[in-house]
């Protein structure tokens, strides 16, 4: 028994020392699920017949995050490192930041209103051009970033508690208080709005979730005082794994005193994403989607799976390090050029990495297997 916490004391720990939050594996889907209800005629159809997608695909980004370095800084701002509310003087343009603090403290630091900024154009396009795989991936993937955006501890360095003795506080607030409570809210969320400014929108949304950072920290360390060790904590069995967690009590005692706020974060949420995804639609010139509206999306990433394996069964050296990559093997971004002559410039070392990274960031499924054929060529060529 004293071995079992032993080991449940390091899955605690262990879990709160990585940067890899998120509202986590019950509220994205949830999130993203909930959205689709606030379309208006027009965009609901094709949404409501590919909802599983939307759901199933709102964690990508956070699996992703185990995988790739990049990914991290897209789900928060530490806005706290910069100054403090209401930041008047922090550049809410990226040319501006980088101007002022350099893009490597940025990237440092966490990018999500801009990634989000990006991916609000990204959707724009796809939806230009009636390109139904990457309206849906790109809505998917956007509505996780904006939810995270969404989540106090997502805008301060002391994104777990950690600076103030209150290592875990991250995770209970945005996974545990929602999947003890979450399913009592009421969800009843009014239609999208356009957003005229999406950049302005979700610099408003950190700045807002900053301003109840106080609340979220505060109000813990009030309780804290009230709750001798062993009644603020219990141990839980998840998976077989005996892991040390905040006590039901503790948690209803804390959620009471929020007074409501994860359940209005949780629905900003919502509603903020189906905004995003409405006004990118707008944005576009409201291309008729009904026509699609029984057209469920098939996502080919069986058979892109299937070539990577061949890829990978000739070059069985490299498999170590694809694995490592493989959760992460679904992104989408622009430039595909970029990538393919980054792959053709590669030093031999560097290949597998440029490769995964070329086929995170290319376009359409074609692309990516042009991607892997250029690579292996390439590769094969500097062997002899
Ligand atoms: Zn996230």
């Not at 909930?34 to 199933?56: D, S």
């Not at 239609?191 to 950190?206: C, F, G, T």
Request: contains cysteine; neutral net charge.
């Amino acid at each position: 028994m004293v071995k079992k916490i032993a080991f449940s004391l390091i899955v605690f720990f262990s879990t709160s020392i990585q940067r890899v939050f998120s509202w986590g594996f019950w509220a994205h889907p949830r999130i993203n699920r909930m959205a689709v209800f606030c379309l208006p005629e027009g965009m609901f159809a094709f949404y409501k017949v590919n909802i599983e997608f939307l759901t199933r695909h709102a964690v990508k980004p956070d699996e992703r995050r185990y995988a790739v370095d990049f990914e991290a800084p897209r789900h928060y701002i530490d806005l706290d490192h910069y100054g403090s509310l209401p930041f008047k003087d922090f550049p809410r343009k990226w040319e501006d930041a980088v101007k002022k603090y350099s893009e490597d403290t940025l990237m440092a630091y966490g990018i999500v209103p801009w990634h989000v900024q990006r991916e609000y154009y990204r959707l724009v396009k796809a939806f230009k051009n009636k390109d139904l795989e990457n309206i849906l991936k790109i809505s998917a993937e956007i509505g996780h970033y904006i939810a995270d955006a969404h989540v106090p501890l997502h805008t301060s360095e002391n994104y777990n508690g950690q600076l103030t003795g209150q290592r875990g506080i991250h995770g209970f607030w945005e996974s545990r208080l929602p999947e003890l409570f979450g399913e009592n809210y009421d969800y009843f969320i009014g239609q999208a709005y356009y957003i005229k400014n999406p950049l302005e929108e979700i610099w408003k949304v950190v700045i807002e979730s900053h301003s109840a950072l106080d609340s979220v920290l505060g109000f813990e360390r009030e309780l804290t005082k009230q709750f001798p060790e062993d009644v603020k904590y219990g141990y839980e069995n998840r998976n077989n794994v005996l892991v040390r967690t905040y006590s039901q009590s503790f948690a209803k005692a804390y959620h009471e005193k929020l007074a409501g706020q994860v359940e209005r974060r949780l629905c900003l949420s919502i509603w903020r994403v189906s905004s995003f995804w409405y006004s990118a639609w707008v944005d576009a010139g409201q291309p008729n989607l009904d026509e699609f509206a029984s057209q469920k999306i098939e996502i080919n990433e069986e058979r892109f799976d299937k070539i990577l394996k061949n890829f990978i069964d000739r070059e069985a050296h490299l498999i170590p390090i694809l694995e490592q990559f493989w959760g992460c093997c679904h992104g989408e971004a622009p430039n595909y050029a970029f990538y393919l002559d980054r792959i053709q410039k590669a030093h031999f070392w560097e290949k597998p990495y440029v490769l995964i990274e070329s086929l995170l960031f290319t376009q359409s499924f074609q692309e990516k297997q042009h991607c892997v054929y250029q690579a292996n060529r390439n590769y094969k060529k500097q062997q002899h």
